[in-house]
T-cell receptor
Framework: SQTIHQWPATLVQPVGSPLSLECTVEGTSNPNLYWYRQAAGRGLQLLFYSVGIGQISSEVPQNLSASRPQDRQFILSSKKLLLSDSGFYLC?????????FGSGTRLTVV | KNEVEQSPQNLTAQEGEFITINCSYSVGISALHWLQQHPGGGIVSLFMLSSGKKKHGRLIATINIQEKHSSLHITASHPRDSAVYICACNLGGGADGLTFGKGTHLIIQP
């Protein structure tokens, strides 16, 4: 089966600290990969997507960055977290049959 | 204005009732997705549609391309169907991710 591994599941970080969320996927090579965020009380929003190694497109200017160092690895990072970075972060990939989502990381910035 | 609109925002029904959730979008799309999000946050892809109708168990999804409208139906609803149902569209047609509706919070009471 096609799976996505995303960790950690929950994270509490102080304002100003760095962030690294990792997503690894199994299955076919060169998948399209995505980072989405769901802020409290709001819908999901696309943050970044990648169509290949080293190729990152950003949808929303923000305090975050993304990298794809390997074909099946997608990393979301921040050098200094803000309170507004709190939310639920989802990694996803697409196949011909649709989307597969990771289990998500709930980030609370305090 | 969100390009993907869902209704209703909240829906409470009794077990066994037939459920309909609606989704409208404002521009041409390459595909429409129905997703299910449970309280823990994890998201499961239910359907990907580009035309017509799909059925999986008690779930039915339809799309009318001319009217830019889709519906998700649940027959013989059950308390375990309680979740947030999200409509999402590929607006660009390429790899550039999904645009999400705000979700419908469904509660099925026993």
């Amino acid at each position: 089966s096609q799976t996505i591994h995303q960790w950690p599941a929950t994270l509490v970080q102080p304002v100003g600290s760095p962030l690294s969320l990792e997503c690894t996927v199994e299955g076919t090579s060169n998948p399209n990969l995505y980072w989405y965020r769901q802020a409290a009380g709001r819908g999901l929003q696309l943050l970044f997507y990648s169509v290949g190694i080293g190729q990152i497109s950003s949808e929303v200017p923000q305090n975050l960055s993304a990298s794809r160092p390997q074909d099946r690895q997608f990393i979301l990072s921040s050098k200094k977290l803000l309170l507004s970075d709190s939310g639920f972060y989802l990694c996803a990939k697409t196949e011909s049959y649709g989307y597969t989502f990771g289990s998500g990381t709930r980030l609370t910035v305090v | 204005k969100n390009e993907v609109e869902q209704s209703p925002q909240n829906l409470t029904a009794q077990e066994g009732e037939f459920i309909t959730i609606n989704c409208s979008y404002s521009v041409g799309i390459s595909a429409l997705h129905w997703l299910q999000q449970h309280p823990g946050g994890g998201i499961v892809s239910l359907f990907m549609l580009s035309s017509g109708k799909k059925k999986h168990g008690r779930l039915i999804a339809t799309i009318n391309i001319q009217e830019k409208h889709s519906s998700l139906h649940i027959t013989a609803s059950h308390p375990r169907d309680s979740a947030v149902y999200i409509c999402a569209c590929n607006l660009g047609g390429g790899a550039d991710g999904l645009t999400f509706g705000k979700g419908t919070h469904l509660i099925i009471q026993p």
